[in-house]
């Protein structure tokens, strides 16, 4: 399942550290915990936190943009109060957007460029007006908060090695065919001296992207980017459509940077094969059907989400993306 290109040889005991940890004294802690007293790698790894959730199937939701690529979006008043604010949607953090009603192109998982009372802002080359538009549903509008690395005062170098979210899946509105699966999010690995390294890093595991929550037919969300400070990052995959395949992420700042697989467009399910998610660095991709195989769920980190069948010939929901990850290996 892992690229070669991620392979390493360790050089001594890893010692691993759950949900990332803060470095520091807790790369000492962790080696004494284990009974351990080299000085040998400590391995962080950084996951997607759980999300809090804002607004309900009542509230609604204006899309503008304010110059250029920034899309600006606000409550209009109208519905339960989502609670906008710059303290529950902080410059920095990833925001799923994943509204029932919205234009495609205006769904997915972006960081917050700007926030204030009642809005926040993202980039999105692709976004478009949308005005009036109900969230739908609960769980259509989340953030999740960033984390923080801290450097050790007697590291020496560290590996960074990050894959973004994977792209969210097409829905399927009839039992004969498939949604198009989301592609695949890009990787990056990279050696940084500790020299380079700041006091702290801002490290952002990327989300995967929404699914088509109302199984119209929609073109999926694409997933988060993942990044470790200014160092290296990875885009998310794309959101899968009916008709389209669709590229993988990037990555940029990796001494390795390694595109996501594509998505692959949904279809009669008498095609070899539909709907199927797109290959990450650490993740696989599935669904749809090849060939008489059974049905199966994409895996791992940064894959893209498997397309849909319907049951019946009613309207079936697309699925999320895989979750990226970040994982920081420190040597001293």
């Known amino acids: 399942m892992a690229n070669s290109a991620f392979q390493k040889q360790n050089i001594s005991t890893p010692v691993s550290v759950a949900n990332g940890g803060t470095g520091a004294s807790t790369a000492a802690a962790a080696r004494a915990n284990l009974g351990i007293t080299s000085t040998g790698p400590v391995v962080r790894v950084y996951t997607v936190p759980a ?20 899309w600006r979006y606000t409550w209009d008043g109208t519905g339960t109060n989502p609670n906008i604010n710059t303290t529950n949607f902080p410059v920095g953090a990833s925001v799923y957007i994943a509204g029932y009603f919205m234009n495609p192109a205006n769904k997915g998982v972006y960081l917050i460029t700007g926030s204030g009372t009642n809005y926040f802002e993202v980039t999105n080359a692709s976004g478009t007006s949308d005005l009036d538009q109900l969230l739908g549903g609960a769980n259509t509008l989340g953030v999740y908060a960033s984390q923080t690395w801290t450097k050790p005062a007697d590291l020496k170098h560290v590996e960074v090695v990050l894959v ?24 990056a690995r990279k050696v940084i001296l500790a020299a380079a390294l700041g006091a702290t890093e801002t490290v952002i595991p990327g989300p995967g992207g929404p699914g088509d929550k109302r199984g119209t037919g929609t073109t999926g969300g694409r997933g988060g980017p993942s990044s470790f400070g200014s160092h290296l990052s990875a885009t998310g995959g794309l959101g899968g459509g009916t008709s389209t395949i669709v590229l993988g992420g990037t990555a940029t700042g990796g001494d390795i940077n390694v595109p996501g697989g594509y998505g692959i467009d949904g279809g009669a399910d008498t095609s070899d094969t539909r709907g199927w998610g797109g290959d990450a660095p650490f993740g696989l991709g599935f669904g749809g059907r090849s060939s008489g195989s059974t049905y199966q769920s994409s895996t791992g980190y940064g894959a893209g989400a498997q397309g849909t069948r319907s049951s019946g010939g009613s309207d079936t929901p697309g699925n999320d993306g895989q979750p990226g990850v970040v994982q920081v290996t420190e040597y001293y």
Do not use: E, K, L
């Open 51 to 70: 999300p809090a959730w804002y607004g309900d199937s009542t509230t609604r939701i204006d899309i503008t943009n304010t110059g250029g690529s920034t």
């Open 164 to 187: 973004g979210g994977g792209g969210g899946s097409n829905g399927s509105t009839s039992s004969s065919s498939y949604g198009g699966g989301g592609s695949g999010a890009g990787g």
